[in-house]
């Protein structure tokens, strides 16, 4: 007999849950391979660790970058050792179902799948983030209503107004939130020539940038190095820089949106406008950007309830009804 498993697969992060047993991992999008003999060492959060504490050949590579597949033969390694850990053996005949971004081409489509087979699935089905996301959000995605989704991850943004089991009209950009911390990374190299590790810039992003470009004139001190011969230094900077290093991102996002909702058919559109619309995935969390997607489109907009496990949430729904939803996966599949 089959099992039936669901993975959502980010840049960031990925997460494996089955029917039976819900959500089993939320691990980094990471393995750390030895150069020299080509093995897995880790993955997920172990390899983060497996880098800092191995020799220099041991090293983490990410195989999805900007919502793509960059690695196939790694991808197929992370999702062997996600099955590995899941108990689930090459004789389990697993089978699995997939997000993937509406923006992917056929090949990068077919990239992912192949991957899921070469780790030992006997069969991958594809369904793209906004409907998954729809689905984990117990939205009428199969009635003649529509569904507004926005989905912000870390490296890829899309929008999807979705009726009657697909998506009517939507947008999608290569930029999410690691773009965010990029740009942020990139401001304080260039105004203080300094390097920040990520859980610092995490912590600027989360307690200073505003979509709205609001400051209060809040600052913060922050430990790092130096560029130029590495040595450790205090630097303070404000809610105002990092909002300026953070605002073409926010803008673009906003466009997508509006681009989105400016196709939609008149009726479905007149439903959005008494709907409202959703912000799922984790940079939708950042500060004041659903208030700005209010102003800027005239539409109610709101975050959804931890909006990094909506997608997840909705390939479980679909686990228990694979064979319902075969037309929902060619689509998917192209």
């Given at each position: 007999?089959?099992?039936d498993?669901?993975?959502?697969v980010?840049t ?27 093995a ?73 799948r192949q ?5 030992g ?47 009517v ?5 290569r ?18 020539g ?34 130029d011969h ?6 303070e ?30 009726d ?20 004041d950007?659903?208030?700005?997607l209010?102003?800027?489109t ?10 990094d ?17 075969h ?8």
């Amino acid at each position: 007999m089959a099992t039936d498993v669901a993975l959502d697969v980010g840049t960031s992060y990925t997460r494996l849950a089955t029917q039976e047993r819900g959500l089993l991992f939320c691990e980094p999008t990471v393995v750390a391979i030895d150069t020299r003999t080509g093995a897995v060492v880790e993955v997920g959060h172990g390899a983060l660790d497996a880098v800092v504490m191995s020799p220099k050949h041991v090293v983490a590579f990410r195989p999805l970058a900007k919502g793509a597949t960059v690695d196939f033969d790694v991808a197929a390694r992370l999702f062997r050792s996600f099955f590995d850990r899941a108990g689930f053996s090459k004789l389990s005949r697993v089978r699995v179902i997939m997000s993937v971004p509406a923006l992917a081409t056929s090949i990068e489509r077919r990239a992912l799948r192949q991957a899921a087979l070469q780790a030992g699935a006997v069969e991958a089905s594809l369904i793209e983030t906004p409907m998954a996301g729809a689905i984990g959000l117990g939205m009428p995605v199969d009635d003649p209503v529509a569904s507004a989704v926005v989905s912000l991850g870390a490296g890829s943004s899309e929008a999807a107004i979705i009726s009657l089991g697909g998506i009517v009209t939507g947008r999608s950009l290569r930029v999410g939130g690691h773009d965010v911390d990029n740009a942020i990374a990139t401001m304080l190299r260039q105004n203080y020539g300094v390097v920040a590790s990520p859980p610092v810039i995490e912590s600027l992003k989360k307690d200073l940038a505003s979509a709205l470009q609001r400051t209060n004139g809040a600052t913060r001190i922050i430990a790092a190095r130096t560029v130029d011969h590495g040595r450790p230094v205090s630097v303070e900077t404000t809610a105002t820089e990092i909002n300026s290093s953070i605002r073409e991102i926010v803008n673009s996002t906003i466009r997508m949106v509006q681009e989105t909702l400016a196709e939609a058919p008149p009726d479905l559109a007149q439903d959005v406008l008494t709907q409202g619309l959703t912000l799922i995935g984790a940079h939708g969390q950042l500060g004041d950007l659903a208030e700005l997607l209010g102003i800027e489109t005239g539409v109610h907009v709101h975050v959804a309830d931890e909006p990094d496990l909506v997608v997840i949430r909705g390939l479980e729904r679909c686990l228990a009804n694979m064979s319902s939803l075969h037309a929902m996966f060619r689509n998917a599949d192209r």
